[in-house]
């Protein structure tokens, strides 16, 4: 196994988790980090799935207090179980659409141009969002008063969990951020921020850990056993840098919203738009 490879991997592997939970699109960041690197092709669109799942664990161990009570009150509180049938409720439409339209969002859309216009358009939703929050809301929003319809993941309903799942596959758009998505799209239909932004971390957990368990097993043929390396220094950086995102968002959110992270994108998006219209950087590998 090449040093270079490792360190590529160790390099996407940050570049994941620090994105997979801001609405910023981990995938399309991760898109045009190995279009930098000079690291693509079919292997390398599977390991930039695969390796989600190095963020998914930091979940489950940030989170882990809940999702133990969860399991333990599975069969005998009300609580639990309505918690875990709306993350099924929330989790299938991205099944039905991930098998559906997968392929051909993949070979259509899974390169930086096209990643650079949903990050624009994320953008803006975003902005547009946050001003039609703050003037229903005002400053109540982030000094913790009760704003919002839903204000925890407990009082969710059935309904509140189809709707976030819904919202979840416009995801399936490279650049348009899962977690924005999922987070944006909450706020909208009733939940409160910090409701919106936890469900979005529990849903995470059941979507990619199955998306890259999915990918890993269809492309199976692509790999061998040297390429064991490259995936665990992968999953292990994920990890990592996803765990310190986790707990910087959640102390961030306490005072701040959304609105930085919309300019990024509409930054980021137009700066690749402008390269590759200009051609100064060669954005087709």
Request: proline residues 2%.
């Amino acid at each position: 196994m090449e040093f270079l490879t490792l360190v590529k991997a160790a390099i996407l592997g940050i570049v994941e988790g620090l994105t997979e939970f801001l609405p910023i699109s981990s995938t399309g960041h991760l898109i045009v980090a190995s279009s930098l690197l000079r690291f693509t092709g079919e292997k390398v669109a599977t390991f930039e799935i695969a390796i989600q799942t190095g963020a998914m664990f930091a979940v489950i161990w940030e989170y882990r207090d809940k999702l133990l009570a969860t399991l333990a009150g599975i069969f005998r509180e009300r609580i639990a179980q309505r918690f875990a049938l709306n993350l099924g409720i929330a989790f299938a439409p991205a099944v039905v659409f991930g098998l559906a339209l997968g392929g051909a969002i993949k070979a259509w859309l899974f390169h930086p141009v096209p990643v650079a216009l949903a990050f624009v358009v994320g953008g803006l939703i975003i902005l547009w969002v946050e001003r039609r929050h703050h003037r229903a809301f005002g400053e109540r929003d982030l000094q913790g008063s009760r704003v919002s319809r839903v204000e925890s993941v407990d009082d969710m309903s059935a309904l509140d969990a189809l709707k976030v799942g819904l919202v979840q596959c416009a995801a399936l758009i490279p650049g348009t951020s899962r977690s924005g998505a999922t987070i944006i799209g909450g706020m909208l239909f009733g939940l409160s921020r910090k409701a919106a932004t936890e469900f979005s971390f529990y849903l995470a957990i059941p979507t990619l850990i199955g998306a890259g368990a999915y990918s890993v097993w269809k492309q199976r043929e692509l790999f061998v056993a040297a390429d064991l390396p490259t995936f665990v220094v992968g999953l292990v950086f994920a990890f990592v840098s996803a765990l310190v995102c986790i707990r910087w968002l959640i102390r961030y959110l306490s005072t701040h919203d959304f609105t930085i992270f919309a300019w990024y994108r509409i930054a980021f998006g137009g700066v690749i738009l402008l390269t590759a219209y200009w051609g100064w950087v060669d954005w087709a590998h």
